[in-house]
T-cell receptor, first 114, second 115 residues
Framework: NAGVTQTPKFQVLKTGQSMTLQCAQD?????MSWYRQDPGMGLRLIHY???????DQGEVPNGYNVSRSTTEDFPLRLLSAAPSQTSVYFC?????????????FGDGTRLSIL | AQSVTQLDSQVPVFEEAPVELRCNYS??????LFWYVQYPNQGLQLLLK??????LVKGINGFEAEFNKSQTSFHLRKPSVHISDTAEYFC?????????????FGKGTTLSVSS
């Protein structure tokens, strides 16, 4: 099983550029989410989705857009990258409403904004 | 609103010594609690979880945690650590979203095991 796949693994952008971080899961999980990890800050929730066509904001949504057109994919878009968005981004998924199932995390995308 | 506080940002220990990583949470409703581990340049892996029932929870790699509702704590313990336990550890509580699925993480504790 591939689990949660994030691409790319590394990316360097210039300020003002746009890009999309890809996240795909093959476990038919309804719930998917995006976190950013910064030193000393832990993981903070950016956006999440409880199913295709349904998304909502987390703790730090500004500067990021998401959409969920399929169960498998949950891309994260940076419309105009800023140095403050330099971070490691993690995507996670789990079955919706099944509390004893853990969230499955991807290996992360390391993003640097110059 | 729910929140998680990990009381130690770094914990250095010697190999085969016991260790405790401390976690306090704040919530006005019943919570689900988790400990995740992150090895260098990897994603997060679930160590253990508390959903209900017995307050002593056993996880992978010899770790265990005790849920204490009166002290709102969920401390992680291991009686004897190995070099391979060196990693960052995150405590998390179920947060907003339908059916409490989203996770609120603490800021992490770096466990450094030396020989």
């Amino acid at each position: 099983n591939a689990g949660v796949t994030q691409t790319p693994k590394f990316q360097v952008l210039k300020t003002g550029q746009s890009m999309t971080l890809q996240c795909a899961q093959d476990m038919n999980h309804e719930y998917m989410s995006w976190y950013r990890q910064d030193p000393g800050m832990g993981l903070r929730l950016i956006h999440y989705s409880v199913g295709a066509g349904i998304t909502d904001q987390g703790e730090v949504p500004n500067g990021y857009n998401v959409s969920r057109s399929t169960t498998e994919d949950f891309p994260l878009r940076l419309l105009s990258a800023a140095p403050s968005q330099t971070s490691v981004y993690f995507c996670a998924s789990k079955p919706q409403g099944v509390f004893d199932q853990p969230q499955h995390f991807g290996d992360g995308t390391r993003l640097s904004i110059l | 609103a729910q929140s998680v506080t990990q009381l130690d940002s770094q914990v250095p220990v010697f190999e085969e010594a016991p260790v405790e990583l401390r976690c306090n949470y704040s919530s006005s409703v019943s919570v689900y609690l988790f400990w995740y581990v992150q090895y260098p340049n990897q994603g997060l892996q679930l160590l253990l979880k508390y959903l209900s029932g017995s307050t002593l929870v056993k996880g992978i790699n010899g770790f265990e945690a005790e849920f204490n509702k009166s002290q709102t704590s969920f401390h992680l313990r291991k009686p004897s650590v190995h070099i391979s336990d060196t990693a960052e550890y995150f405590c998390a509580v179920s947060g907003p979203g339908q059916a409490g699925t989203a996770l609120i993480f603490g800021k992490g504790t770096t466990l450094s095991v030396s020989s």
